[in-house]
């Protein structure tokens, strides 16, 4: 695949005028807006099955990578991405300099992973592809509307391995999940809860042994769930929440905090703790051993 340059804002302005207009200039307001959002929803077909001929070039490994990049991780930092990614067992290195290798994302100056949006598009449309009628039965969903719905209605299976709630809903009623969201949930990998309005029930389930990535701003709760598995999470980020005793990777702002678990030590793939601000957390427990992977402790208790 060969990386070609890209047009400037005229050029592209009129290559997207010749096929949405037939004309080198666009007609109507109403019709330009109306052609910029089919373009944006509706895949081109022939620009699709040419940059799948190099997706269906790549091994398993390399496909979930791509996919997970689409659907989650467009702009994110490369070191961040290829330490979750690492925590799934990815080999993430290699398959993200596979990726670059066809083209199919670039490394920034700036150490991000960007990806062309036509290339952005066709990998959530294999996703979509998975099951159009269902979200429930697909294996990623980073839509608002399809994350809320299979959250709200307990539609989770097994085949979901990624989850991104935005903050997109205009509402400012609160968003309640039942206990029994995530209870089928039970390969998840990736979750990303940005909606302070989201409500649990104290009897809430996450039975999910594969996480690697948990990132929740405003978690309702006390505390995680009995159940919850921590053993794989590389990224927990819990900001501005009702936290009182958990382990976490970021616990910023989170006030109610008050301990730590003592085999804290356990979390072998753990690379960050950020205690800054958790104002009630009066002591850190007793470490014997090295903590795994930890890189980074902040104990800033003001």
Same mark, same amino acid.
């Given at each position: 695949?060969?990386?070609?340059?890209?047009?400037?804002?005229?050029?592209?302005?009129?290559?997207?005028?010749?096929?949405?207009?037939?004309?080198?200039?666009?007609?109507?307001?109403?019709?330009?807006?109306?052609?910029?959002?089919?373009?944006?929803?509706?895949?081109?077909?022939?620009?699709?099955?040419?940059?799948?001929?190099?997706?269906?070039?790549?091994?398993?490994?390399?496909?979930?990578?791509?996919?997970?990049?689409?659907?989650?991780?467009?702009?994110?930092?490369?070191?961040?991405?290829?330490?979750?990614?690492?925590?799934?067992?990815?080999?993430?290195?290699?398959?993200?300099?596979?990726?670059?290798?066809?083209?199919?994302?670039?490394?920034?100056?700036?150490?991000?992973?960007?990806?062309?949006?036509?290339?952005?598009?066709?990998?959530?449309?294999?996703?979509?592809?998975?099951?159009?009628?269902?979200?429930?039965?697909?294996?990623?969903?980073?839509?608002?509307?399809?994350?809320?719905?299979?959250?709200?209605?307990?539609?989770?299976?097994?085949?979901?391995?990624?989850?991104?709630?935005?903050?997109?809903? !205009? +509402?400012?009623? /609160? $968003? #309640?999940?039942?206990?029994?969201?995530?209870?089928?949930?039970?390969?998840?990998? &990736?979750?990303?809860?940005?909606?302070?309005?989201?409500?649990?029930?104290?009897?809430?389930?996450?039975?999910?042994?594969?996480?690697?990535?948990?990132?929740?701003?405003?978690?309702?709760?006390?505390?995680?769930?009995?159940?919850?598995?921590?053993?794989?999470?590389?990224?927990?980020?819990?900001?501005?929440?009702?936290?009182?005793?958990?382990?976490?990777?970021?616990?910023?702002?989170?006030?109610?905090?008050?301990?730590?678990?003592?085999?804290?030590?356990?979390?072998?793939?753990?690379?960050?703790?950020?205690?800054?601000?958790?104002?009630?957390? !009066? +002591?850190?427990? /007793? $470490? #014997?051993?090295?903590?795994?992977?930890?890189?980074?402790?902040?104990?800033?208790? &003001?």
């Amino acid at each position: 695949m060969y990386a070609v340059d890209k047009l400037n804002d005229f050029e592209a302005l009129q290559l997207l005028c010749s096929y949405a207009f037939k004309q080198h200039l666009p007609g109507k307001v109403k019709d330009w807006k109306n052609e910029l959002k089919k373009v944006a929803e509706v895949p081109n077909k022939e620009i699709t099955n040419v940059l799948k001929l190099s997706y269906d070039g790549l091994d398993r490994t390399q496909k979930m990578i791509f996919l997970d990049i689409a659907c989650f991780f467009k702009g994110c930092p490369v070191e961040r991405v290829t330490q979750v990614l690492d925590g799934s067992g990815f080999k993430a290195t290699s398959g993200i300099n596979a990726l670059v290798d066809r083209c199919l994302i670039t490394i920034s100056t700036n150490k991000n992973i960007e990806m062309h949006d036509s290339l952005t598009q066709m990998g959530k449309e294999i996703v979509y592809k998975e099951c159009p009628d269902e979200p429930g039965e697909r294996s990623r969903l980073w839509k608002h509307e399809d994350a809320c719905r299979v959250l709200t209605i307990n539609m989770g299976t097994e085949k979901i391995e990624g989850m991104l709630l935005n903050d997109q809903c !205009t +509402s400012e009623h /609160e $968003i #309640k999940f039942t206990s029994e969201a995530f209870k089928r949930m039970t390969r998840l990998r &990736l979750l990303a809860v940005y909606n302070n309005r989201v409500q649990l029930s104290e009897d809430f389930a996450f039975p999910s042994h594969d996480l690697t990535s948990l990132i929740w701003v405003g978690y309702s709760l006390a505390s995680l769930p009995s159940n919850f598995h921590a053993n794989s999470l590389v990224e927990l980020s819990l900001i501005c929440g009702n936290i009182k005793g958990l382990w976490d990777e970021n616990l910023l702002g989170c006030v109610n905090l008050e301990n730590l678990p003592r085999d804290i030590h356990k979390l072998k793939h753990l690379l960050h703790l950020n205690c800054n601000g958790c104002s009630k957390l !009066t +002591s850190f427990p /007793e $470490i #014997k051993r090295n903590i795994g992977k930890l890189a980074d402790l902040r104990l800033v208790l &003001l």
